[in-house]
């Protein structure tokens, strides 16, 4: 895996979107694969509350037939907390304050879920 190409990823999606405090990326069982997280976040407990919150939400959309979990998103008085999926093994949290557009937010945030999807699926090549 590319930690360098995943790193670029996080950061630019905190580039495009205005409010966007901390990200991190972990695998679905919640183990933390990368994080960009401030000093007082703790990034291998965030990474095992957004697994947890993604399961809740791919079973609830499974049992009232809503398709395939991409997102979602907890609103709190001091901003929100919005997990993907990024496939069926990995997630991506993103921590963003009060002033954060979530609709850009989900905009901004398809694409790069694709394309941590690719980095994280990619194989070194061989002799590597």
């Known amino acids: 895996m590319d930690h360098t190409a995943l790193a670029l990823e996080m950061r630019g999606l905190r580039d495009q979107v205005t409010g966007i405090t901390d990200t991190a990326v ?22 095992a509350l957004a697994a947890a919150g993604i399961g809740l939400a791919r079973r609830t959309t499974e049992a009232t037939a809503r398709g395939t979990l991409q997102g979602t998103v907890a609103y709190g008085s001091h901003g929100c907390a919005a997990f993907y999926a990024v496939g069926d ?6 921590l963003g304050d009060e002033g954060m557009d979530v609709d850009r937010l989900h905009l901004a945030t398809r694409p790069a879920i694709d394309r941590i999807g690719s980095i994280l699926t990619a194989t070194a090549p061989e002799g590597v």
């Open 26 to 47: 972990a695998a679905a069982d919640g183990l933390l694969i990368a994080a960009d997280t401030a000093n007082g976040i703790d990034p291998e407990g965030l990474a």
């Open 89 to 94: 093994t990995a997630l991506m949290v993103v």
